[in-house]
């Protein structure tokens, strides 16, 4: 473990890793983009139109000013955001180190080694993650699977087999004992009376949320026009690509079974029998982990997807890249579904400075969602002992009549919608813009 070693030591280490992580983020931006994939890593195989490459360019940092004799073929200053994403990563990991052994998540209480180790390699792996995902986003407003779906795998995997992986709930009783304070937070249950994730309801629960996390990411057209029957059998039959029955002159191209729908169809088995078996087999705290992971992706993923669906059906035009869906359940699977939902609320007022900025000066309506989704969960995460404090007696005690909150919020944000889309039908989009300016 880190914690046995000398400080220096640490601190050289944890930069050097930092600098690693750093040159892994800046080569996955650019090469897991689905529509920019631009070859401006060193690590990524060049361009044609660029100049030979150097060894000294794979150098973390000081690499990238040299590759300022590529601004022609990708534009002046392409180098500056890749180095300062390495520059950032070298000094923020050590930080981020000794803040999460020195108890930042615990208000100052410090962690058992175990504990504040699991902590910091947890929640690095997500936030690289959402690294990641934040400047795909920027680019190209998309977020790839590359990032959520291993993202998640991860996540409910150290839940199951590290239940002091969760972020933990101090109360200033279990402050003043510390030999008695406990390791993880247990899920608060979605059923105020008590015992979801106990016996077999726990178990229905968890396979339910997993099934349908699999059917939201399978590749699939769903022309619900036609009929629930064959709306079922054209998404399915988009999904799996069967061989054609008869040939046709203009149908030459052979069709196949995409790679995405066998890999989400491998993972649909090994996580049915393995959440199966975590029920069965693993200790009482390890299946309350997994499941307070699990509840996490469920409940963070649906936020996003009623918006989506609620936003789109009041504009008229996407209101939300799925990407959001799937970047915000894997969040949930990391944080829990408490903390994903104070860290939703937390993400539009970023958003709202972002777009006030670029009406301001760039005059553009478009706002990539996912870049302040991410803000909001590392806000929550470095936040975590004042928010939780807060929420614990405040918001989360309310219970069931939380989802009462929830509902009438999603039914005023449809109504805003509306009114903003038939003010911009009534104004016409130029002069509507110019209004909100």
């Not at 409940?299 to 915000?328: P, Y």
């Not at 709202?352 to 909001?376: D, H, I, M, N, S």
């Not at 219970?399 to 003010?423: D, H, P």
């Amino acid at each position: 473990m880190l914690s046995s070693l000398p400080n220096p030591v640490i601190v050289v280490l944890l930069m050097t890793v930092g600098a690693i992580l750093g040159v892994f983020i800046n080569r996955s931006i650019y090469a897991w983009a689905m529509f920019l994939k631009r070859p401006i890593s060193p690590w990524l195989k060049p361009a044609e139109e660029e100049t030979a490459r150097l060894p000294f360019d794979k150098v973390p940092v000081l690499g990238w000013w040299g590759r300022r004799r590529d601004s022609q073929t990708y534009g002046t200053g392409f180098w500056i955001r890749p180095m300062l994403i390495e520059l950032f990563w070298i000094g923020f990991l050590p930080w981020f180190y000794f803040w999460q052994i020195g108890g930042g998540l615990t208000g100052g209480l410090a962690p058992s080694a175990l504990m504040g180790e699991t902590w910091f390699w947890f929640h690095t792996v997500l936030l690289v993650l959402m690294c990641i995902g934040t400047f795909i986003d920027f680019d190209e407003k998309t977020i790839p699977d590359n990032i959520t779906i291993p993202g998640t795998i991860i996540a409910l995997t150290v839940a199951a087999f590290a239940p002091w992986s969760r972020l933990p709930e101090v109360t200033a009783a279990m402050a003043a004992n510390v030999i008695g304070w406990i390791n993880f937070r247990a899920p608060v249950p979605l059923d105020p009376v008590g015992g979801l994730q106990a016996g077999v309801s726990g178990l229905v629960t968890a396979l339910l949320i997993y099934a349908i996390w699999i059917w939201a990411l399978l590749p699939k057209l769903s022309p619900f026009y036609v009929g629930l029957r064959n709306s079922c059998r054209f998404m399915v039959a988009f999904a799996i690509q069967p061989k054609r029955k008869s040939k046709c002159d203009i149908r030459i191209r052979e069709r196949k079974t995409p790679g995405l729908t066998i890999l989400l169809g491998c993972l649909f088995v090994v996580g049915m029998m393995a959440i199966s078996a975590a029920w069965k087999f693993l200790p009482t705290e390890n299946w309350l982990s997994l499941f307070s992971a699990i509840v996490g992706l469920g409940v963070a993923g649906l936020m996003i997807w009623l918006i989506r669906i609620l936003g789109t059906m009041a504009l008229r035009q996407e209101a939300m890249g799925f990407g959001d869906v799937t970047l915000w359940a894997m969040v949930g699977a990391f944080l829990g579904w408490q903390a994903a939902m104070v860290g939703f609320f937390v993400a539009p007022f970023a958003a709202l400075l972002a777009v006030v900025a670029k009406l301001a000066f760039r005059r553009e309506q478009e706002l990539p969602f996912g870049p302040y989704l991410c803000f909001g969960a590392a806000a929550t995460l470095f936040g975590w002992f004042a928010i939780w404090g807060a929420a614990r007696l405040g918001v989360f005690a309310l219970g069931f009549r939380l989802w009462y909150i929830l509902g009438g919020s999603l039914l005023l944000m449809v109504l805003m919608l509306l009114f903003v889309a038939w003010r911009k039908g009534m104004f016409g989009p130029e002069e509507f813009e110019e209004e909100v300016q």
